[in-house]
């Protein structure tokens, strides 16, 4: 069916960047809502940014607080990839980041989908 695959986690020192990947395949008919979530240690797992079916911009998209004006969101429709450019990284930024996406299968109708998560770790 439907699968997501992140990629581009990894180590990075504090004030550095990476760029997470999320490319979805599969039998898919349409993709609504793309985001990219994180679950920290000792941490539940937290909304990171989100970005509408319009992608291209920031037009549509929001951001928790602490990450506004460090990171971007952004999607390639014709791919069915969302990726989150991260700069400025923090030790706290470290993470593991999961992508989500709501997509309607060809076969399944609707459904909410989420990528296995990749390791994000921020340190000196």
């Known amino acids: 069916q439907v699968q997501l695959v992140e990629s581009g986690g990894g180590l990075v020192q504090p004030g550095g960047s990476l760029r997470l990947s999320c490319a979805a395949s599969g039998s898919i008919f349409s993709t609504n809502a793309m985001a990219w979530y994180r679950q920290a240690p000792g941490k539940l797992r937290d909304l990171v940014a989100r970005i509408n079916s319009g992608g291209g911009s920031d037009g549509g998209s929001e951001y928790a607080d602490s990450v506004k004006g460090r990171f971007t969101i952004s999607r390639d429709n014709a791919k069915n990839t969302v990726y989150l450019q991260m700069n400025s990284l923090k030790p706290e930024d470290t993470a593991v980041y999961y992508c989500?996406?709501?997509?309607?299968?060809?076969?399944?109708?609707?459904?909410?989908?989420w990528g296995q998560g990749t390791q994000v770790t921020v340190s000196s």
């Open positions: 989500y996406a709501r997509i309607r299968s060809t076969y399944s109708g609707w459904q909410d989908y």
